[in-house]
């Protein structure tokens, strides 16, 4: 096998037909054989039958002939009885029974013709046709079945058929075995001295057989020196293989340069597939693990953009709620400023009324000082007045008692007012600078809240942004990912490119070794 399977296509071609040349012959032989052998089978059986046409006619000739009737006329003129017949006078009442004739004509030249002839019966009176066991199982198929003329059987080595032979009327069958009171001699018995045994018309009888062997009558047929079909097949089967052979290697020739030229150009094409497969996978495998690590990348990013998303907008809901302290802080300073310019006017109006008080004070003080002058200049005239004036300048001391005490109360309280006045003063300017501290704070209030309103605004822009730059992120971290997924399909496509083109190289190899043979 090794040294065929080295062998160019041409040879294996040229080989093949020649095998499958010989494997049809050999089957065209074979059917013809076997057709043959069922041909030669069928014309034994149409011989069979030609045989047993020939005796049926041969038995109808001689009924019609008058059969038996002329010879029991004769015979019972000269005899009394059957015992006086001679042999020679049985044989010539035996030629006269019609069945007996063609038992006589089926059993003539049957070895010359190449068959057997054979009768059988249950009930003979001949005890050498007795049928066998095999024999009885075909009689009583026809005993069974009125309607069956013809039964064969075909066997490797041998080829029968059988056909009933029934009493007949019209053939003077009951001349022989009707009733027994039609007896020729009177005494129940036929003319050969047979007992009757009244039969009717139809009544199965015995059975015909023509046996034919097969081998015999091969080997007679080949004898005669006739041609068989199946020579004139080998012959014919033969030559169209010669011819067949000639024709597929002329054709064959031109078809196996193009098929060389075709692997020729197939190899050099796989061998660029080859190459090309590579270059594809090794590009397609540093483009997926690119893309993974930029897959892997763009998560990160898109992680730390969500932290960054998170944080501004927090620091937005935090802007958000220090523009709202702010702006209530606005509020409580806006009060507080009122408060302080009210407690400035307060101060301002408690300033005009303490001064107002040391004016009242002076006032005061001024009229003690008159009221003392006055005591002074009562005492003095009390004293000029004597006796007479003593109540007068008690009084008149009282008065300048009282009037010394107002002069120091009033004292007193000016210089109480005048401290509270300073101090009001102090207070007053004071609470003027606290009023312009409270307008600078609420100032700074109102400038905070400004900005933080600003902040919250800014970080809600921050945060929109920020929003559109994750979705961007996300859409292009699915995109990245899909693209680590198509190249990983790329790669996987051009290691199976890669396989397939090897395989193809390899295909291309055999196919080459077998065009061309193992070199």
Same mark, same amino acid.
């Given at each position: 096998?090794?040294?065929?399977?080295? +062998?160019?296509?041409?040879?294996? *071609?040229?080989?093949?037909? %020649? !095998?499958?040349?010989?494997?049809?012959?050999?089957?065209?032989?074979?059917?013809?054989?076997?057709?043959?052998?069922?041909? *030669?089978?069928?014309?034994?059986?149409?011989?069979?039958?030609?045989?047993?046409?020939?005796?049926?006619?041969?038995? +109808?000739?001689?009924?019609?002939?008058?059969?038996?009737?002329?010879?029991?006329?004769?015979?019972?003129?000269?005899?009394?009885?059957?015992?006086?017949?001679?042999? &020679?006078?049985?044989?010539?009442?035996?030629?006269? !029974?019609?069945?007996?004739?063609?038992?006589?004509?089926?059993?003539?030249?049957?070895?010359?013709?190449?068959?057997?002839?054979?009768?059988?019966?249950?009930?003979?009176?001949?005890?050498?046709?007795?049928?066998?066991?095999?024999?009885?199982?075909?009689?009583?198929?026809?005993?069974?079945?009125?309607?069956?003329?013809?039964?064969?059987?075909?066997?490797?080595? &041998?080829?029968?058929?059988?056909?009933?032979?029934?009493?007949?009327? @019209?053939?003077?069958?009951?001349?022989?075995?009707?009733?027994?009171?039609?007896?020729?001699?009177?005494?129940?018995?036929?003319?050969?001295?047979?007992?009757? &045994?009244?039969?009717?018309?139809?009544?199965?009888?015995?059975?015909?057989?023509?046996?034919?062997?097969?081998?015999?009558?091969?080997?007679?047929?080949? #004898?005669?020196?006739?041609?068989?079909?199946?020579?004139?097949?080998?012959?014919?089967?033969?030559?169209?293989?010669?011819?067949?052979? !000639?024709?597929?290697?002329?054709?064959?020739?031109?078809?196996?340069?193009?098929?060389?030229?075709?692997?020729?150009?197939?190899?050099?094409?796989?061998?660029?597939?080859?190459?090309?497969?590579?270059?594809?996978?090794?590009?397609?495998?540093?483009?997926?693990?690119?893309?993974?690590?930029?897959?892997?990348?763009?998560?990160?990013?898109?992680?730390?953009?969500?932290?960054?998303?998170?944080?501004?907008?927090?620091?937005? &809901?935090?802007?958000?709620?220090?523009?709202?302290?702010?702006? @209530?802080?606005?509020?409580?300073?806006?009060?507080?400023?009122?408060?302080?310019?009210?407690? !400035?006017?307060?101060?301002?109006?408690? #300033?005009?009324?303490?001064?107002?008080?040391?004016?009242?004070?002076?006032?005061?003080?001024?009229?003690?000082?008159?009221?003392?002058?006055?005591?002074?200049?009562?005492?003095?005239?009390?004293? +000029?007045?004597?006796?007479?004036?003593?109540?007068?300048?008690?009084?008149?001391?009282?008065? +300048?008692?009282?009037?010394?005490?107002?002069?120091?109360?009033?004292?007193?309280?000016?210089?109480?007012?005048?401290? #509270?006045?300073?101090?009001?003063?102090?207070?007053?300017?004071?609470?003027?600078?606290?009023?312009?501290?409270?307008?600078?704070?609420?100032?700074?209030?109102?400038?905070?809240?400004?900005?933080?309103?600003?902040?919250?605004? @800014?970080?809600?822009?921050?945060?929109?942004? %920020?929003?559109?730059?994750?979705?961007?992120?996300?859409?292009?971290?699915?995109?990245?990912?899909?693209?680590?997924?198509?190249?990983?399909?790329?790669?996987?496509?051009?290691?199976?490119?890669?396989?397939?083109?090897?395989?193809?190289?390899?295909?291309?190899?055999?196919?080459?070794?077998?065009?061309?043979?193992?070199?």
């Amino acid at each position: 096998m090794k040294w065929f399977s080295g +062998r160019g296509l041409k040879f294996k *071609f040229i080989c093949s037909v %020649i !095998v499958s040349c010989m494997i049809c012959a050999m089957c065209a032989l074979a059917t013809g054989l076997y057709f043959n052998g069922v041909q *030669f089978r069928s014309s034994l059986v149409d011989k069979a039958r030609t045989i047993h046409s020939r005796l049926n006619a041969a038995s +109808r000739y001689v009924a019609n002939q008058g059969g038996l009737q002329p010879m029991i006329e004769r015979y019972t003129k000269l005899y009394t009885d059957s015992s006086q017949l001679t042999e &020679e006078d049985r044989k010539i009442i035996l030629q006269q !029974v019609p069945i007996y004739a063609g038992m006589a004509i089926g059993a003539s030249e049957s070895e010359k013709e190449h068959y057997r002839f054979r009768v059988f019966s249950d009930e003979p009176r001949d005890k050498k046709n007795t049928a066998t066991p095999v024999e009885m199982e075909i009689f009583k198929k026809f005993e069974q079945d009125k309607n069956l003329q013809e039964f064969i059987i075909n066997t490797e080595n &041998e080829v029968s058929v059988y056909r009933p032979v029934r009493l007949k009327e @019209s053939f003077g069958c009951l001349t022989c075995h009707g009733h027994p009171s039609t007896s020729p001699w009177k005494n129940g018995k036929d003319i050969l001295g047979y007992p009757m &045994e009244d039969w009717k018309d139809g009544k199965l009888h015995g059975v015909f057989a023509v046996h034919s062997n097969v081998k015999e009558a091969k080997a007679a047929e080949i #004898s005669k020196g006739d041609s068989s079909p199946t020579t004139f097949m080998a012959i014919f089967v033969f030559s169209g293989s010669l011819v067949s052979l !000639v024709i597929a290697a002329f054709f064959v020739k031109g078809a196996l340069g193009q098929l060389q030229d075709v692997s020729k150009v197939l190899k050099e094409s796989g061998e660029h597939v080859e190459k090309a497969a590579q270059q594809i996978a090794e590009s397609s495998s540093s483009l997926s693990k690119a893309s993974t690590v930029q897959a892997s990348s763009l998560e990160e990013t898109v992680a730390t953009m969500e932290e960054m998303s998170s944080m501004v907008k927090h620091n937005s &809901e935090s802007a958000k709620e220090a523009a709202a302290l702010a702006l @209530s802080a606005t509020k409580v300073a806006s009060l507080g400023g009122k408060q302080i310019q009210e407690l !400035v006017h307060s101060m301002t109006q408690i #300033s005009a009324d303490s001064k107002k008080v040391v004016e009242i004070t002076a006032v005061i003080d001024d009229i003690a000082f008159q009221t003392n002058l006055l005591a002074l200049n009562a005492a003095v005239e009390a004293a +000029r007045a004597g006796e007479q004036g003593k109540g007068f300048a008690v009084v008149a001391d009282a008065v +300048r008692g009282l009037a010394q005490r107002s002069g120091e109360a009033a004292k007193g309280i000016a210089a109480l007012i005048n401290e #509270s006045a300073a101090r009001i003063e102090t207070g007053e300017a004071q609470a003027q600078k606290g009023g312009a501290v409270f307008e600078e704070i609420l100032e700074a209030v109102n400038r905070m809240a400004e900005l933080n309103g600003n902040i919250s605004e @800014s970080s809600e822009e921050q945060s929109r942004g %920020i929003a559109q730059i994750g979705q961007a992120m996300n859409q292009l971290d699915q995109t990245t990912q899909q693209n680590a997924a198509v190249s990983e399909e790329a790669a996987a496509s051009a290691e199976e490119l890669s396989s397939q083109s090897t395989k193809l190289k390899s295909s291309v190899d055999i196919l080459e070794g077998v065009v061309f043979g193992v070199k």
